[in-house]
């Protein structure tokens, strides 16, 4: 059976870089999300991420209104961001480039109605209509032109009535409308021409009013800021495990964190052959065996140094347990994954959604995460780290692997010392207030290890393995 995990935990690092690579092209680079926020000051609300990629491409403020709070999780438990005209739900479990949909907002306070013109249609009275057989139902004219041209089906669904007049609250009169699953048109004939042609009723606002934790969540916020970032470097590694970041980065990235809510690293994705992730090598157990995710743990402790950065609540951190060479810049500062048992963990204690960018540059050799959001004004700093109990490597493993040309004798650990650390969080908040936080790893020594293949003999001395399978 093939299992994924962070290499690390058990993996020393020259072993990625120094068993032979599939040959293959490079992983692309990845780069930041261009224009990632817009701030609409008339609100003072912010639109990030893949809302704001949905939004400007069916329209914008002209079809969705400004917003009326930040991505929140709603009172009906979905994340969801408030606009004048409509609400956006965000799935994050969804496919990429169907997380976010229009709420039906239409279709609810259509709900129950029984006018002739709610009546479903076989077909269209009139050629000069499109009819849609999904809905039994018609749109032509003005409201055809404006439903075309301003998102369509993704924001405003199809239509559940033909046009009929009846009274619009908005305008104080009698109206020619039409309703629509997600959106409730209104024409005005004396803005013929005009962009006030066509409007739309504000049912963003009407849900809100429905919504009490919506409501306390209109209140201006600042425009969304840069908390924390962090970078390492995996200089000299694999193929597979630079495949692998990069894989992992790419799933992490435009992450989307409401307020209140924990952000687990494990429930990003599947972490799997069929999910763009390779094979690579590791000790399990004190033996060599192929498994699943060689570098994961690149990403995961990147990260958490990124959170970390930001000041953000960490929930769960498991440190490695041997000193790893990309990350002994800060000992005791890493963060490692092994599924399903050791998770990477943190909660988002911000008044405002945070939002995650990651980005590995190939060229460079280096994965680097950022973490937007409302700042409340608190600051980070650390203390050490600190070290004690230093202890010494033991005897050198050697092992067999018959997949070595004959007389090969390959290091792929350089043995580490053992020692415990502790590097000490400190978190200022805008009152002053200040909070400690000591994260605390063991990590155990490392042995020197050795692979050779047939006709070698192992040196006196050192303790010899069974085969590798």
Request: hydrophobic share 40%; net charge negative.
């Amino acid at each position: 059976m093939v299992r994924w995990f962070c290499s690390f935990t058990l993996l020393f690092a020259m072993l990625m870089a120094s068993l032979p690579s599939q040959v293959a092209a490079a992983p692309a680079t990845q780069t930041a999300t261009p224009q990632a926020f817009v701030y609409f000051p008339e609100t003072g609300h912010n639109v990030g991420f893949e809302v704001k990629q949905f939004f400007d491409a069916h329209g914008g403020p002209r079809t969705f209104g400004l917003p009326l709070t930040e991505l929140i999780v709603a009172g009906d438990g979905l994340q969801a961001q408030y606009f004048e005209h409509a609400r956006l739900e965000y799935n994050p479990n969804a496919p990429a480039g169907q997380r976010v949909q229009v709420t039906r907002a239409g279709a609810l306070m259509a709900a129950g109605r029984t006018e002739p013109a709610f009546d479903w249609l076989a077909a269209s009275p009139d050629p000069e209509r499109t009819f849609f057989p999904e809905s039994g139902h018609t749109i032509g004219g003005a409201f055809g032109w404006f439903w075309q041209t301003n998102g369509g089906i993704p924001a405003f669904g199809y239509p559940i009535s033909e046009e009929f007049y009846e009274w619009d609250a908005a305008s104080d009169r009698e109206r020619l409308v039409q309703y629509f699953e997600r959106a409730r048109f209104v024409y005005h004939p004396e803005q013929q021409g005009s962009s006030r042609e066509v409007t739309l009723t504000p049912l963003g606002r009407q849900l809100l009013a429905g919504d009490p934790v919506a409501q306390a969540a209109t209140a201006p916020v600042p425009e969304i800021a840069l908390l924390g970032e962090a970078s390492t470097g995996f200089p000299a590694s694999s193929y597979e495990r630079v495949t692998n970041i990069s894989r992992a980065t790419e799933m992490t990235h435009g992450s989307v964190v409401p307020a209140g809510t924990e952000f687990s690293f494990l429930a990003i994705g599947d972490f799997s052959a069929e999910n763009g992730f390779v094979e690579g090598y590791a000790i399990v157990g004190g033996r060599l065996e192929r498994v699943i995710g060689g570098g994961l743990c690149q990403v995961s402790t990147t990260l958490f140094r990124a959170v970390s950065n930001a000041g953000l609540q960490i929930t769960r951190r498991v440190g490695h347990s041997h000193i790893v060479n990309f990350y002994e810049n800060i000992l005791g500062f890493d963060a490692t994954v092994f599924s399903p048992s050791v998770d990477f963990r943190w909660r988002n204690d911000t008044p405002g959604p945070v939002y995650v960018i990651g980005i590995t540059d190939v060229a460079r050799e280096r994965v680097t995460f950022q973490i937007y959001g409302i700042s409340d004004g608190r600051s980070v700093r650390y203390e050490g780290p600190t070290t004690r109990n230093w202890r010494q490597p033991g005897t050198a493993v050697w092992q067999l692997d018959r997949q070595l040309p004959a007389g090969t004798v390959q290091q792929l650990v350089h043995g580490r010392a053992g020692v415990d650390v502790t590097y000490t969080r400190i978190i200022t908040r805008a009152n002053g207030t200040t909070r400690v936080e000591p994260f605390f790893t063991r990590y155990l020594p490392w042995d020197d290890f050795f692979i050779y293949g047939p006709g070698v003999t192992p040196p006196p001395g050192v303790r010899v393995l069974p085969p590798r399978r």
